[in-house]
């Protein structure tokens, strides 16, 4: 990965919820971004990385956008001297200034020392519940947001919801549009504001965790930088609402799951569980058992204590999978849910009882379920069915370092 790929993993979901504050608009902030990284690509080959690159992009991009809005306030004053001020052009009502002024959460920047009071004082965190605003529709909240905070790429949302590029592309610019056709303030979250979007933005952390711990792109097998965005948003929200259990086990369910990266590079059922972070498991695990106290059951609480379970167990096969697969009957059936618990039963039950479950999963965009059939075939001696599924695996996935643990498996067969 170059230096300026980590920066952008980096900084920008930072540098637009900055920038977004201060502005008073999403789509300004996300420009004025980019084209930050537009010049940092064009420089930085010759000049050198700078010493601080996340400052150096949050202040180029701050340059940017305060250009740009003094050229169309320029040009509104040039319309308005022919009588076209009133019409919509690039300073009308319609136009950037007008929304710099009046749209997301337009307002003057906090002088030195000045704090703004609410419940939400982080930019990521503020941005993250403007972006999950009721207004949204619940899938495009947590897609918007994704993008916004997350500052992953479309493909990588697209593949998070299985689902084609061009229609995750469309969502996420409806969603943009609403909330500047709305006026929905970027601002702190009044206290009864927060559970409306409580669920939203729960969700998002964790398609971000998520994310992290299976990059749909790159070289690599894990996204460190992503996995710490997400630990650090969930601890927030756990501050923000310390009574809410689900945020304690989403938070839990991140650092049990964060703890493997040391280890994957092969899938969990091959990982070297001495390389696992201990004190992350352990953190995780004493979240979980805060969590039973309270006895409020969650999604998040439910998963993170399934990977409790596996924490506790010294391999594979000394995991309780019988215990694994009732925490899989709390959770909603959802396709993902049935694949994993499918995975389960066939260590309960045997792959033969596995495999029959899994073909009635509908994910067939997903690298993961197209692996685990050829796993489960591979282990009933169907040798031409399994090369055949960890091809359909290797056609769904872009990421080099899953594509090559998927070669390796294929090319183990007999």
């Known amino acids: 990965m170059s230096p300026l790929e ?73 319309l308005a001297e022919v009588g076209g001020g009133a019409g919509g052009g690039a300073g009308g009502r319609g136009g950037r200034v007008g929304r710099a002024r009046r749209g997301v959460g337009a307002r003057r920047p906090a002088g030195p020392g000045q704090e703004e009071v609410g419940a939400v004082r982080d930019d990521q965190l503020r941005l993250l519940f403007t972006c999950c605003h009721p207004a949204l529709a619940p899938e495009s909240r947590v897609a918007l947001t994704l993008r916004m905070v997350g500052g992953l790429t479309t493909p990588e949302i697209a593949r998070a919801f299985l689902v084609p590029e061009a229609t995750m592309a469309a969502r996420i610019t409806r969603a943009k549009h609403k909330i500047a056709k709305a006026r929905i303030p970027y601002r702190v979250p009044a206290e009864a504001d927060l559970p409306a979007r409580w669920a939203s933005v729960l969700a998002v952390v964790h398609l971000v965790g998520t994310e992290a711990h299976s990059p749909a792109t790159g070289t690599e097998p894990t996204r460190p930088d992503l996995a710490a965005d997400a630990i650090r948003l969930a601890r927030l929200l756990v501050a923000l609402r310390p009574d809410e259990p689900e945020a304690r086990g989403l938070l839990a369910l991140l650092l049990l799951t964060a703890s493997r990266a040391p280890a994957r590079a092969r899938p969990l059922d091959r990982q070297d569980r001495s390389l696992w972070d201990r004190a992350q498991v352990e953190e995780g695990q004493e979240l979980v058992r805060q969590c039973l106290r309270v006895g409020r059951p969650g999604t998040h609480q439910v998963q993170a204590a399934i990977a409790a379970v596996h924490a506790d167990a010294a391999t594979w096969a000394d995991t309780d999978w019988a215990q694994v697969v009732a925490l899989y009957d709390l959770l909603p059936a959802t396709p993902v849910v049935a694949l994993n618990r499918a995975v389960a039963v066939a260590e309960l039950d045997g792959p033969s009882v596995g495999l029959a479950l899994v073909d009635r999963v509908d994910l067939d965009r997903s690298p993961v379920l197209h692996a685990v059939r050829a796993d489960l075939l591979r282990r009933l001696d169907r040798v031409d069915e399994a090369r055949a599924a960890y091809d359909a695996a290797l056609a769904r996935t872009q990421n080099t370092a899953e594509q090559a643990d998927l070669h390796r498996r294929r090319a183990a067969l007999p």
């Open 6 to 78: 980590q920066v952008f993993r980096e900084a920008h979901g930072r540098a637009v919820a900055v920038l977004a504050r201060q502005l008073g608009d999403l789509d300004l902030a996300e420009e004025a971004v980019a084209e930050a990284f537009a010049v940092a690509a064009a420089t930085w080959p010759d000049r050198g990385t700078p010493p601080s690159p996340v400052g150096w992009v949050i202040t180029t991009a701050r340059h940017k956008a305060v250009d740009r809005l003094r050229r169309e306030a320029v040009g509104s004053a040039k």
